[in-house]
T-cell receptor, first 110, second 110 residues
Framework: GQQVMQIPQYQHVQEGEDFTTYCNSSTTLSNIQWYKQRPGGHPVFLIQLVKSGEVKKQKRLTFQFGEAKKNSSLHITATQTTDVGTYFCANSNSGYALNFGKGTSLLVTP | NAGVTQTPKFRILKIGQSMTLQCAQDMNHNYMYWYRQDPGMGLKLIYYSVGAGITDKGEVPNGYNVSRSTTEDFPLRLELAAPSQTSVYFC?????????FGPGTRLLVL
């Protein structure tokens, strides 16, 4: 499957600061999905991007798919303590099986 | 709908023991998956199924077996537990390329 690499591995921010995580691939991706996993919880679907250059927003979260469809980013504006967790990008191949990145763990301190 | 359910939530096994991790979904999804998640890592696909009676290997199938006799159930079998199988196991089902995860089973092999 197509490998996706995520950076950074960890990020510690003060509440109110912005946060960005990046997902990169050496090959063109058919789509990118983003998931959030709270500590001790299970991954929860956030969004899917399929079009080159696509940008989608969910309240304080902005998701972007690169023009070449080889990278994606998730940006959180003015983080809150409820944003704590690990954010994974993943891409699906035939059969809908997902290839996950290793995730970016976000810690937000008040 | 209960979504995707998994039992047990937590289990300790001795080396060489066997057990079955149960997974069920009530959303009538054809595609189901088993992942394992090791600390600080993303999810790795163990097995998946595209419908009742059809299963296929994922990235890390060794030491595991699955069956899919009904659309609802997708049990994962460990025949001879090894310490390397200590992990968190997630079952998931798919609808329109979005994966819905169960709460997970934490397995410790000693």
């Amino acid at each position: 499957g197509q490998q996706v690499m995520q950076i950074p591995q960890y990020q510690h921010v003060q509440e109110g600061e912005d946060f960005t995580t990046y997902c990169n691939s050496s090959t063109t991706l058919s789509n990118i999905q983003w998931y959030k996993q709270r500590p001790g919880g299970h991954p929860v679907f956030l969004i899917q991007l399929v079009k080159s250059g696509e940008v989608k927003k969910q309240k304080r979260l902005t998701f972007q798919f690169g023009e070449a469809k080889k990278n994606s980013s998730l940006h959180i504006t003015a983080t809150q303590t409820t944003d704590v967790g690990t954010y994974f990008c993943a891409n699906s191949n035939s059969g809908y099986a997902l290839n996950f990145g290793k995730g970016t763990s976000l810690l937000v301190t008040p | 709908n209960a979504g995707v359910t998994q039992t047990p939530k937590f289990r300790i096994l001795k080396i060489g023991q066997s057990m079955t991790l149960q997974c069920a979904q009530d959303m009538n999804h054809n595609y189901m998956y088993w992942y394992r998640q090791d600390p600080g890592m993303g999810l790795k696909l163990i097995y998946y199924s595209v419908g009742a009676g059809i299963t296929d290997k994922g990235e890390v199938p060794n030491g595991y077996n699955v069956s899919r006799s009904t659309t609802e159930d997708f049990p994962l079998r460990l025949e001879l537990a090894a310490p390397s199988q200590t992990s968190v196991y997630f079952c998931a089902s798919t609808h329109q390329e979005t994966q819905y995860f169960g709460p997970g089973t934490r397995l410790l092999v000693l």
